[in-house]
């Protein structure tokens, strides 16, 4: 599924086509409050199977009270795959169903970092297969990385305690900065 060297892939056009095949999107959503070398994982291999990756912040997650507003995990998103040319960051408001229909994606792209995941993550891939029509493809996460969440960051970083190997440098410093207050 990758893109043939040399192939020029336009982003954002509708069904967009390289050589007479449609392209393929990723689509990876998240909360990414903030983002980890987890989800870095997973969006960097799922950039080497597939033409576009669209990373989704959902804004209405159910998550009360995020450490960091949309704007501040957006732009640490940019940052960190800024070495990875078909990744593109967009934040969203309702259903992903719908963010998913509205962008043509090939598929709904979801790391999987427990056998605990696995009966939320199957629940919303057959409810988004429903409402939508795309399917999710779950992508096991790297065992350096299957213990690590989030929240999990969160907390460490609240009680000082060093997460620079589970997260980038850039989000690492912002943690300081916000628990430094
Ligand atoms: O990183 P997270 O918090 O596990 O991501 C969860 C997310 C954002 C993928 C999920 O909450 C979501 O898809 N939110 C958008 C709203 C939606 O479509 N909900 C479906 C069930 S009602």
């Known amino acids: 599924m990758a893109c043939p060297p040399g192939a020029a892939v336009a982003w954002g056009s509708r069904s967009p086509a390289v050589k007479g095949r449609q392209v393929s999107i990723a689509l990876i959503p998240g909360s990414f409050d903030p983002v980890t070398n987890g989800h870095l994982d997973i969006v960097e291999r799922t950039a080497r ?27 640490m998103l940019r940052q960190v795959v800024a070495h990875l040319p078909n990744v593109r960051i967009r934040s969203f408001k309702g259903l992903l169903a719908d963010f998913a ?8 792209v979801k790391g999987l970092r427990a056998v605990s995941d696995f009966d939320y993550e199957l629940q919303m891939a057959q409810l988004n297969l429903r409402l939508s029509g795309v399917d999710t493809l ?15 960051v969160r907390e ?26």
């Open 156 to 181: 460490v970083a609240s009680y000082g305690g060093d997460v620079s190997s589970m997260v980038p440098p850039i989000v690492a410093q912002r943690l300081k900065e916000r628990f430094a207050r």
């Open 49 to 75: 199977k597939f033409d576009q990756v669209l990373v989704a912040l959902a804004t209405n997650s159910r998550k009360a009270a995020p450490l960091f507003s949309v704007e501040e995990r957006v732009a």
């Open 101 to 108: 229909v509205e962008h043509s994606v090939t598929a709904i």
């Open 138 to 152: 779950f992508m096991p996460t790297a065992p350096d990385h299957s213990f690590l969440s989030a929240t999990l």
